[in-house]
């Protein structure tokens, strides 16, 4: 049996990266485009608002004519039309008079403020109403300016960003009923291993059920990938090698799940061996995920995951993530690290970089990171209640509550460049 080298998570996420590419542009309907990535940036093409509009229901008045309004000296102006949103008057405003204006509707010509309708009194006199004003208004007094809100040319949105709501908002706005969306990458997923159930079967001696296949899937949606769930296979070397060879031919990225290790139905590293492939790691300084394996074959990556459900995610979320953002544009496609204190103490010391599954607590202002369950790899039940890892990195020693640590965020949109300096030991 070969020794394996053990690359630092540094090392073994830059080595994926340099096999990383950006991917296709697709079309979509605005309605679709939520959740996806935008393909290109987003620029104003027209001032918002598209022109000087009244912000407020009242009138729209000449500043200088309401200069001597006081509460002892009321001004009258003589009201000359109506105009509600989306109507434009015709009418010009002159000396001491005053167009009826709703919130949202154009600026009327020859005025320059707009009074609230609250605090005005009108009368009506042989069928011609008059409002009068008990204060004096500035010029641009209550006048939502056009272009206050963006400039034409403005790039609002940057391409290999997340659509969010917002962002709905912001393509409406600017008349894209079509939207340009990176193209989901494909990402084909088999699951290795003969003791393996479908969900849908009771349990017998020796036999789980098949969970990393549904987990995968899911992370992969979360990530902006489309999942091709090519089926779980019994650990049977000729049966695993043909659907990985066939695999590859329809898919941009593979995962596989469990068979890594050195045990004597993991047959993945032969796999890669018989395919030809260029493997560049098959041990990584990082619990878990240790055994986490990555090849590629003609530029396509092979993530050989870990079937340890703990193992298996965490190597998802370090290595298969960026890769899938990068397809989708992201120029930061890694996940998003901060600081939290710990809030329990940590005891088990590890000479390898800890990513214990934790959630996020935040409390007065400051920020908790909780582990979650039990910390082992074959531990499934802690992945529900996980939104970050907590980073710890390897060393003699443990950790006590209340220690600064890094945690990165598995449920941020923004991600981040690389964030991680070498995780030497403490
Ligand atoms: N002698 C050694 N043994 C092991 C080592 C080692 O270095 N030397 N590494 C251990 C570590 S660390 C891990 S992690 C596991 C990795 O195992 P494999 O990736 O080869 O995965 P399998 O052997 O196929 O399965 C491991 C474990 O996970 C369960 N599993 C597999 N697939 C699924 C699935 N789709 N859903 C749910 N659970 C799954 C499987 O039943 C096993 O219990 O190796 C250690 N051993
Ligand atoms: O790959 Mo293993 O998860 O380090 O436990
Ligand atoms: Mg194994």
Redesign the pocket.
Known sequence: MQKRTIFSVQDAVKKVMDYSKTGEIEIVSIEESDGRFLAEDLIADHPVPPFDRSPYDGFAIRAEDSKLASSENPLQFEVIDEIGAGSVSEKKVGSRQAIRIMTGAQIPDGSDAVVMLELTSSITKNGQTFMSIKRAYKQGDNISFKGEDTKKGTVLVKKGMFINPGMIALLATFGYSKVSVAKKPVVGLI???S??LEVDERLVPGK??????Y?IQSQLKRSGAEPLYLG?LS?DFDQCFSAVEAALKKVDLLIT???????D??F?PAIYEKLGANVLFNKIGM?????TTVAEKNGKLLF??????S??YVGFELLVRPVVRTYLFSEQPHLFKTTAQLKSDFPKANPFTRFVRGSLVFKEGNLFAAPVGLDK??V?TSLAGTNILIVLPGGTRGYQAGMNVDVILLEDQAGSVWPWQEYSKS
């Open positions: 699951a290795t291993g003791e393996l789980i059920r098949n969970s990393n296949s987990m779980k650990d799940t469990g068979g890594v290790s050195v045990g139905y993991d993945l619990r878990p995920g240790s055994v050989g995951l870990s079937g340890n459900p193992a298996c790899s074959n499934v």
